[in-house]
């Protein structure tokens, strides 16, 4: 992963939709109790939509998914065996999921140490920063990578390639894929003046007014 031993090279992604964001706190995973909490993300991109420059950067992680699953694992890529897996799946897997699907490709990307997490204009997005909700299910994004194995001593219990998480830049805002509405969206009527026009004591007037609501 990210902060492996290992000498990494570094990669940049396309933007992509974000999905499951764990960028501020580590969780562990519920199938693994052994294993350490991680931060992470799911990363959705549809390449029909790439740029050439997006195609270049999804071409340079692509070969470096090749290159070590052949170094590795002794197959190219797109022919490891169904027990290896391949850090970059069909969004089509998931295609029941709000943003996955047909058409999308979409990769799980973790890390162990808490990664650096900014906006376009590189200022920093944290709870320690008071914008935490800036990243949210929806928003688009890229992310600073790298491609690494795993599973390879005996006795590991999966074993496979994918990608390690540096640091996230938020790109701009997207519709929320967990349907959740936004505190400044869901209260855009106007507040009844009459609350703001009394005083507190016109509200505390021991009045059994309220029974006629029963």
């Known amino acids: 992963m990210a902060d492996s031993d290992k000498k990494t090279v570094k990669f940049f992604t396309p933007v992509f939709r974000l999905s499951f964001p764990n960028l ?53 890529w797109k022919e490891l065996p169904d027990n290896v897996k391949r850090g970059v799946r069909d969004g ?28 376009k204009d590189r200022e920093d997005i944290g709870p320690e920063h008071g914008n935490a909700d800036l990243i949210y299910p929806g928003c688009y994004c890229r992310a600073s990578v790298n491609v690494y194995s795993y599973g390879l001593k005996k006795g590991s219990k999966g074993k496979g390639v994918a990608l390690g998480l540096f640091n996230v830049q938020k790109i701009k805002d997207g519709p929320r894929l967990d349907n959740r509405i936004a505190a400044a969206d869901d209260f855009d009527e106007d507040i009844d003046s009459a609350w703001l026009d009394q005083d507190d004591n016109d509200f505390d007037n021991g009045s059994d007014d309220g029974d006629d609501f029963e």
């Open 92 to 119: 089509a897997a998931k295609a029941g999921m709000e943003g996955y699907g047909k058409g999308t490709r979409f990769a799980n990307i973790t890390t162990h140490s808490r990664p650096g997490v900014i906006t």
């Open 24 to 76: 501020f706190v580590a969780r562990r995973n519920e199938d693994d109790p052994d294993a350490k909490a991680k931060f992470g993300l799911s990363a959705i991109w549809t390449p029909a939509n790439f740029t050439p420059r997006e195609k270049e950067l999804w071409l340079n992680i692509m070969k470096e998914l090749d290159a070590i699953s052949r170094k590795d694992f002794g197959a190219p």
